[in-house]
């Protein structure tokens, strides 16, 4: 069964620090690229940043940039979002993604509330 887990969302103050995890089963882990979106409450998916099979090329959404690390670790099947000076409009519900070709899979979420 394919499984993605995300973990490492809660409440933070303007400013604060999350790490976001992302626990993938299942698949193939090492053959996919792994993305971040996130939603926040009325509005649509935002597209965060991604981060190819082996950690060697990673992209961001502008607004994202300085402020956002995506990693991975491929020996624990895990992915990682470091948020950092956290802002309030940054209060949303994270998803990780999973994709290669094709095949596209999801976690859950996790919230991120950040407290002004």
């Known amino acids: 069964e394919v499984q993605l887990v995300e973990s490492g969302g809660g409440l933070v103050q303007s400013g604060g620090s999350l790490r976001l995890s992302c626990a993938a089963s299942g698949f193939a882990f090492d053959r996919y690229g792994m993305s971040w979106v996130r939603q926040a409450p009325g509005k649509g998916l935002e597209w965060i940043s991604h981060?190819?099979?082996?950690?060697?090329?990673?992209v961001y959404a502008e607004s994202m940039k300085g402020r956002f690390t995506i990693s991975r670790d491929n020996a624990k099947n895990s992915a990682y979002l470091q948020m950092n000076n956290l802002k309030p409009e940054d209060t949303a519900i994270y998803y990780c993604?999973?994709?290669?070709?094709?095949?596209?899979?999801w976690g859950q979420g996790t919230q991120v509330t950040v407290s002004s």
């Open positions: 993604n999973a994709n290669f070709g094709k095949k596209s899979y």
């Open positions: 981060i190819n099979w082996n950690g060697g090329s990673t």
